[in-house]
Nanobody, 113 residues
Framework: VQLVESGGGLVQPGGSLRLSCAAS????????IEWFRQAPRKEREWVAS????????AYADSVKGRFTISRDNAKNTVFLQMNNLNPEDTAEYYC???????RGQGTQVTVSS
């Protein structure tokens, strides 16, 4: 099982980023994938989940209406579209497959002017 995140970077407040999580080693289309984030000196925070189906999603209140999780089963990839970013979104973001207990290495998102 392997998860590899990409797409992080530095963005100004109000900007957007799209994170990707490329998966391999399991049957992707039926597997739940989640995004978490962790900022320095803060606890890990669940961000969003994709429940192995195109319309089965869930979001933390802190990102609802700004972030969208989606998946491309043909490419074994989950995306996290992040809009209207603010400095509080600064964190390392990683994807996680709870059914396998596996996570990626993470990608850093920094929101700063």
């Amino acid at each position: 099982v392997q998860l590899v995140e990409s797409g992080g970077g530095l963005v100004q407040p109000g900007g957007s980023l799209r994170l990707s999580c490329a998966a391999s080693g399991f049957t992707f289309s039926t597997t739940n994938i989640e995004w978490f984030r962790q900022a320095p000196r803060k606890e890990r925070e669940w961000v969003a989940s994709s429940y192995g189906g195109p319309r089965a999603t869930a979001y933390a209140d802190s990102v609802k209406g700004r972030f969208t999780i989606s998946r491309d089963n043909a490419k074994n990839t989950v995306f996290l579209q992040m809009n209207n970013l603010n400095p509080e979104d600064t964190a390392e973001y990683y994807c996680y497959a709870p059914g396998f207990g596996s996570r990626g290495q993470g990608t850093q998102v920094t929101v700063s002017s």
